[in-house]
């Protein structure tokens, strides 16, 4: 009898090579994860310091329009407010509809816009409407347990100068009640940058008037601002 003779065909893939093909495959996961995750971050973080430089673009050209058309009837001061903390703010007074938002702010009173700490370190730049009819000791309350609007989070530290035009220079304190000061310098230091950015505003000089026919008060001069030349020093 003539035995058959069957050739073993080829057998399917051994352990080590499906451990190896295995290996192949988690890495190749590893890495595109690792590729996209890196992605998807760095777009995060691009929207969020697009989203920040926008909140910061939109606040500053707000304090320039305020600023700019600030009434006559408005007065201003600022500095630092005395305290634990020393908050940097600046007071404009008797100015009608600056600021307003929503349903049932004051008319006119008083807009402090203040860099308060915040919560786990650093400032944010706040604004809070005051009805002009509060006494001292209610004002003082209101800074405290008011209705504060956030307007720029994420900062480390804030500072206002004034402009003196008698002293020719700049300082850091403005009392109430005197004449507005001719520019206002805002610098603000941003979480996770290190050099400090500074903005100056210019307000509109305040008209005085002047004694017409038979003793009656006459228009006021025009009193041009001079912006062509160079800002003054610090």
């Known amino acids: 009898m003539k035995r058959r003779v069957f050739r073993r065909g080829c057998a399917g893939f051994t352990l080590f090579e499906m451990i190896v093909v295995i290996m192949i495959f988690v890495l190749m996961a590893g ?4 590729t996209v ?3 998807v ?3 995060a973080t691009l929207s969020e310091e697009n989203l920040r430089t926008q909140r910061l673009n939109a ?5 320039r329009r305020t600023f700019h058309n600030l009434p006559a009837t408005a007065g201003i001061s600022g500095g630092v407010r005395a305290g634990g903390e020393g908050i940097p703010e ?3 007074r008797d100015a009608p509809g600056v600021f307003a938002w929503g349903s049932g702010g004051p008319s ?3 807009v402090v816009l203040a860099a308060r700490p915040r919560l786990g370190g650093g400032r944010e730049f706040s604004l809070l409407l005051l009805p002009s009819s509060l006494g001292e000791t209610e004002r003082l309350d209101a800074l405290d347990r008011g209705r504060w609007l ?11 100068r004034f402009f003196n035009p008698a002293l020719q220079e700049w300082v850091e304190e403005w009392p109430e009640g005197g004449e507005r000061p001719p520019l206002v310098e805002l610098s603000l230091e941003l979480l996770g940058e290190e050099v400090p950015r500074s903005y100056v505003f210019w307000l509109p000089p305040v008209k005085e008037q ?3 026919p038979e003793g009656q008060p006459g228009e006021a001069p025009e009193i041009e601002a001079d912006r062509s030349g160079p800002l003054p020093g610090p």
């Open 31 to 34: 890495g595109i994860y690792a």
């Open 37 to 39: 995750s890196a992605a």
């Open 41 to 43: 971050q760095a777009t």
């Open 59 to 63: 606040f500053v050209g707000l304090l």
């Open 90 to 92: 600046i007071v404009l």
């Open 108 to 110: 006119a009173g008083t």
């Open 150 to 160: 956030r307007l720029v989070p994420d900062l480390r530290a804030a500072r206002w």
């Open 210 to 212: 002047t004694a017409g």
